[in-house]
């Protein structure tokens, strides 16, 4: 996809969660921390520091199993999936790790919002 493409609706999606969420405009971190609690499907909660970082985690392994980097292992006692890596991630640059996430992410909200 391209560039201009992308930004715009990047800039409509954060735009869309900043309403919903009664907030600022979320970087991709937050982004990535919402995917997490959405994918962990145990609802909101309080997460600790770690826990909050584990749903960042999940949330790069579920977005990247498009791409076939990861793959679904199963899930823990917890209910907390796991991922195994399938293949090596190139070495891309900040700017090409940003951008492929975005892509990935806006994927993601046009799937689920479907």
């Known amino acids: ?9 990047w800039a409509i999606l954060t735009e869309k969660i900043a309403r919903d969420f009664d907030t600022e405009t979320p970087d991709i ?4 921390f919402l995917i997490g609690v959405q994918e962990l ?11 909050k970082e584990e749903l960042m985690h999940i949330a790069n392994c ?3 199993s498009e791409m ?4 679904l292992e199963g899930l823990d006692q917890d209910g907390w999936p ?6 090596p991630i190139p070495a ?8 492929l996430l975005k892509q ?3 994927h993601y909200f046009e799937e689920v919002t479907e």
């Open 1 to 9: 996809m391209d560039v201009k493409i992308i930004n715009q609706k």
């Open 29 to 32: 971190k937050t982004i990535l």
């Open 41 to 51: 499907g145990q609802g909101p909660k309080k997460f600790s520091k770690r826990q």
């Open 62 to 64: 579920r977005l990247l």
């Open 68 to 71: 076939g980097f990861y793959e």
């Open 82 to 87: 796991h991922w195994k890596a399938t293949k």
């Open 92 to 99: 891309y640059t900040l700017l090409e790790q940003e951008f």
């Open 104 to 106: 990935l992410i806006i």
